[in-house]
């Protein structure tokens, strides 16, 4: 056997994302081909102003495929979104919104935690739930395309099976229905359930525009807004120097200054609840990195700001940022069809670009696993590592008010 040198794999495709990024920054030299034109009697424009013009912005987006309802902006902004997270997890989420960590559910929900029982019947319709949902569902599509690190050119053969989409739908759907049983009517009769809404606003912070832009898989509306947690929670954000808080946040020209929330002041609804799909294969960063679990926590948490910022300026206008005249709580629930993960935002403040004055509470749990695994072994279908817990969470956010 020839012995030969030992060679040192490189990831192309990190490669040619750096290459693009060190050449978008180069200064383009002066040819001279403007003054020859000019010569010529030809008139220069500044692309700057063409793409303000009308036609033009119409034609460009029809040409290449952008929303009509966002527009192109001088200034670029940084932009949260469903499907990128924060580099530096919590900590980053906490310097960016200027909120403290509060790592354990307020009272008034541990005190129902404690209350609850679930009856065997209930625990037997949840085990029938995982089961229709990640083994009896009749969906066969095309899925994902699965990478090999150690191999990152070589194409992987596509798998059929049932959508991640899929099968958090029908199980967050089952799950809720249980909890809607043992609720009764007098409960069901205040919340109202909606499927895929949008939220959108921008929020400056010193010298920078934030841009929030997420869409919640479920929201639960309540007659009544969620009562204000009580208590003071102090403690100093978070240092990330040299880092700055918006890093990992894309910059975005096509973006809308409209505050979008799907409600209206004449209804009798508030935000209650969100419940959030996260999904690995279209949620990542940048550097093509496991997401870990504090930016899977912390998206969680921006999430849950985003609807309660959004709430907020809907209200209280421009001036929300100045002052709210009371908090806005919002639940959320964040899960990948195994794993779930619970918070409360509590918005007391919207001025993020001031470290003095009053600061926003985040209060979230631990992840907490329904099953371990959930698969057909010789032919019959194994349910392994169930916890019950899960569904004593979902309950108690469900019924507090």
């Known amino acids: ?57 119409k034609q460009g987006r029809n040409y290449i495929g952008q929303d009509k309802n966002h527009d192109w902006n001088t200034k670029s902004c940084h932009l949260f979104g469903d499907n990128n997270v924060l580099l530096k997890g919590i900590q980053q989420a906490q310097l960016l919104t200027k909120t403290i960590e509060v790592p354990s559910l307020p009272e008034g929900i541990q005190d129902s935690l404690d209350k609850i029982q679930i009856s065997g ?58 909890c809607e049983k043992i609720a009764g009517h007098n409960i069901n009769s205040e919340r109202r359930i909606i499927d895929q809404v949008n939220f959108n606003f921008t929020l400056p912070r010193n010298d920078d525009l ?57 209804l009798n609804f508030h935000p209650h609840t969100i419940i959030l799909n996260f999904d690995n294969d279209k949620v990542a960063n940048f550097h093509d990195v496991p997401v870990k679990i504090s930016q899977f926590q912390s998206r969680n948490m921006l999430k849950a700001f985003t609807v309660a910022a959004a709430r907020a300026k809907q209200l209280y206008g421009e001036s929300a940022v100045d ?4 908090p806005i709580v919002v639940q959320s629930i964040q899960t990948d069809g195994r794993t779930f993960h619970f918070g409360v935002f509590q918005l007391n403040d919207l001025r993020i670009d001031a470290l003095e004055g009053p600061k926003n509470y985040w209060f979230h749990s631990c992840n907490h696993d ?32």
Not at 11 to 19: E, P, R, S, V
Not at 165 to 171: D, G, P, Y
Not at 372 to 379: A, F, I, M, Q, W
């Open 370 to 401: 329904l099953f371990e695994k959930c698969e057909y072994v010789s032919g019959i279908p194994k349910l392994k590592g169930f916890n019950k817990e899960v569904l004593r969470y979902i309950y108690a956010f469900y019924i507090n008010s």
């Open 121 to 178: 019947l209930f625990e037997r319709n949840i085990k029938g739930a995982i089961l229709a949902s990640n083994i009896f569902s009749a969906d066969q599509e095309k899925l994902h395309k699965k990478k090999d690190t150690l191999r990152p050119e070589y194409n992987l053969p596509r798998e059929y099976g049932i959508p991640k989409e899929k099968k958090i739908m029908v199980l967050v759907n089952k799950l809720l229905t249980e």
């Open 323 to 326: 002052k709210l005249t009371r």
């Open 210 to 266: 934030l841009l929030f832009r997420i869409n919640a898989e479920k929201l639960i509306t309540s007659r009544r807004p969620l009562a204000s947690i009580q208590g003071k929670f102090d403690s100093e954000l978070p240092n990330l120097y040299p880092l700055k808080c918006t890093i990992s946040m894309p910059r975005e020209h096509l973006y809308s200054n409209k505050t979008i929330c799907p409600f209206s002041q004449n």
């Open 1 to 57: 056997m020839r012995l030969t040198n030992k060679l040192c794999a490189q990831h192309l495709g990190w490669t040619f994302k750096k290459h693009w990024l060190v050449q978008g920054k180069r200064v383009p030299r002066d040819t001279g081909a403007a003054a020859e034109v000019i010569k010529n009697g030809t008139s220069i424009r500044n692309v700057e102003d063409l793409s303000k013009s009308d036609a033009y912005a």
